[in-house]
């Protein structure tokens, strides 16, 4: 990874934007520099371009004719090493969110909404931060997620380790996932899903395939499964598909972001009453990012996006985590407030 990050080094004292990630299981850890700072954004999808959308606006992409791309094989030649989490629980951050999920639970029980996916902002304070450590770390840790740490100086730093797949095409065929609930790891992965989850992730799942059979000649659904993403379980569903030969990505987008995973149902309203309600800006959480139109490692013609999960904004010496819960009727805010909790542990021990 030397040699990308020697490269990451010199566009941040030229203040040039760059991402670098890997995929998920993949060795291939890929760099995409940008020879100027400007900020191209997308409307129609159709550029080849590595994209990266927020929750709500215009979509940042750097497009291929713009940038450099760089390779390294992710190996590790050296231990690893845990860090000590903070523990410490803000009371005032804690009676907030659990504030903000009952009225999330009564709006539900009122009919109003089937699902909420309700969320909260962290920071932490970094005495020193070492990005070329964290990313490693986050590589290490997550094998199984899409690893990146993206840079705009117009924009900012972002880093993440996502377990969720948005959507993904090649010759018109697609695969996507739904993907809800969340367990601690504790050794297994066969565990008890309550109904509550169950039934979080069916919402999920129904309302990805209902939309998605206006694009498509064939759609196939699996059986959810318990899956792991670091030191959290989750319930994932996967979804894929032929795609019509008049499909476009841009159609494709707007039915899918954000999905219920990450806003709710209807989405219109979950995502009114989201950006009423949390009390912040959500930024780039949930929005999504990866490969538009273009495999920059085999140089093929296709699409990876993944949704912006796990992530964490890097503003001078402090680190922005946010992390969301899905909420139904059956919710729990308490139990809510401790899956956020659980979620902001994992992503500071990688700091």
């Known amino acids: ?133 964290v990313f490693e770390r986050i590589l290490h840790h997550y094998g199984h997620a899409f690893c990146y740490c993206w840079f705009h100086p117009k924009v900012g730093m972002w880093i993440g380790a996502t377990p969720e797949k948005l959507f993904s095409a090649k010759e018109y065929k697609f695969q996507t996932m739904a993907l809800a609930g969340t367990q601690s790891y504790a050794g297994t992965d066969v565990v008890f899903w309550k109904n509550k989850e169950r039934e979080e992730q069916e919402f999920v799942t129904d309302f990805i395939v209902e939309k998605l059979k206006k694009e498509s000649s064939e759609v196939s659904v699996s059986d959810a499964y318990t899956t792991r993403a670091g030191s959290l379980l989750h319930l994932r569903t996967d979804i894929e598909g032929v795609l019509n030969q008049d499909a476009n990505l841009k159609n494709i987008i707007d039915i899918l972001h954000p999905t219920p995973a990450v806003c709710g149902l209807p989405k219109d309203l979950s995502k009114a009453f989201i950006e009423n309600n949390e009390g912040y800006d959500r930024e780039y959480y949930s929005g999504f990012l990866g490969e538009m139109n273009y495999d920059y490692n085999t140089n093929e013609k296709s699409t990876d996006l993944y949704v912006n999960l796990r992530c964490m904004k890097i503003e001078h010496n402090t680190a922005h985590l946010f992390v969301g819960c899905g909420i139904t009727r059956d919710s729990n805010p308490e139990a809510e407030w401790k899956e956020t909790v659980n979620k902001t542990q994992t992503m500071k021990k990688i700091l």
Do not use: W
């Open 1 to 133: 990874m030397k040699s990308i990050f020697e490269k990451v080094k010199i566009q941040q004292k030229l203040h040039l934007p760059f991402v670098v990630y890997r995929k998920p299981n993949s060795k291939t850890l890929i760099g995409i520099f940008q020879n100027d700072d400007h900020l191209y954004f997308t409307e129609d999808f159709k550029q080849e371009a590595f994209v990266f959308a927020p929750f709500s606006g215009f979509p940042v992409i750097f497009p291929m004719e713009k940038s450099e791309v760089k390779f390294n094989t992710v190996y590790f030649d050296h231990e690893i090493v845990d860090h000590d989490c903070l523990t410490d629980e803000n009371p005032v951050e804690r009676e907030s969110f659990i504030q903000l999920v009952q009225k999330g639970v009564e709006v539900i029980k009122d009919g109003i909404f089937n699902k909420l996916v309700l969320s909260r902002t962290e920071a932490v304070h970094l005495s020193d931060f070492n990005l070329e450590a």
